[in-house]
Every structure is written in C-alpha cells, then in structure tokens.
C-alpha cells in the first residue's frame, strides 16, 4: 500500500517562494516517475512537474523557469520548490506517481495572496 503525505504549503504574497515536500513510501520508490499536480479551484487536477527514476525532469509551460523539482531516493522524498509565485498559482498541491495512481494523499494547499 503506497502512502503519499504533501507538506510545506502556506499563504505566501506574490513574487514569493515555497518549498514542498513529499514523504513515499515503498522500497521501489526509486524505480518510478513521480509528480507534482495541483487542483485549483473550480478547474481540473492538472501536472505541473513530473521527475524520471533517473532524474530527467518536465515542467508545465506555466511554471517553467519559477519551479524545480527534485527527488531523494535514499529518503524516498520528492521535493517541489516553487519561486515567484503569483495568486494563479493558489492551489492544493499534491505528489504522485507519474502516470498517476489512483491513490492521493491530502494534498497541501497554497495560497499566494496579497
């Protein structure tokens, strides 16, 4: 049973940074892509970065140059740091495997507001 739990989200103003963490569990956390997705309100869960089992990593245009993913595998953690955030970016952020499972965690939500 893969467990999954986001943390690291808060209220930050525009132009700031954030840096999430995601904790996985499973001995073979290594030999998967994994990636950050975020639902914003009213829209659709979408990726916004994804990270190869050897590193090679994917950004959504919109966050292109702003967000660095990168992973642990001796910590099976997956980390998501987010610079220049805007308000477009206030979403619940969560971490999964790429393609994702069914199985989500609780998310950490993310609130850039002025």
């Known amino acids: 049973q893969v467990q999954l739990v986001e943390s690291g989200g808060g209220l930050v103003q525009p132009g700031g940074s954030l840096r999430l963490s995601c904790a996985a569990s499973g001995r073979t956390f290594r030999n998967y892509d994994m990636g950050w997705y975020r639902r914003a309100p009213g829209k659709q869960r979408e990726l916004v970065a994804r990270?190869?089992?050897?590193?090679?990593?994917n950004y959504v245009d919109s966050v292109k140059g702003r967000f660095t993913i990168s992973r642990d595998n001796a910590k099976n953690t997956v980390d998501l740091q987010m610079n220049s955030l805007q308000p477009e970016d206030t979403a619940v952020y969560y971490c999964?495997?790429?393609?994702?499972?069914?199985?989500w965690g609780q998310g950490t939500q993310v609130t850039v507001s002025s």
């Open positions: 999964n495997r790429f393609p994702a499972i069914a199985y």
């Open positions: 990270i190869s089992s050897g590193g090679t990593t």
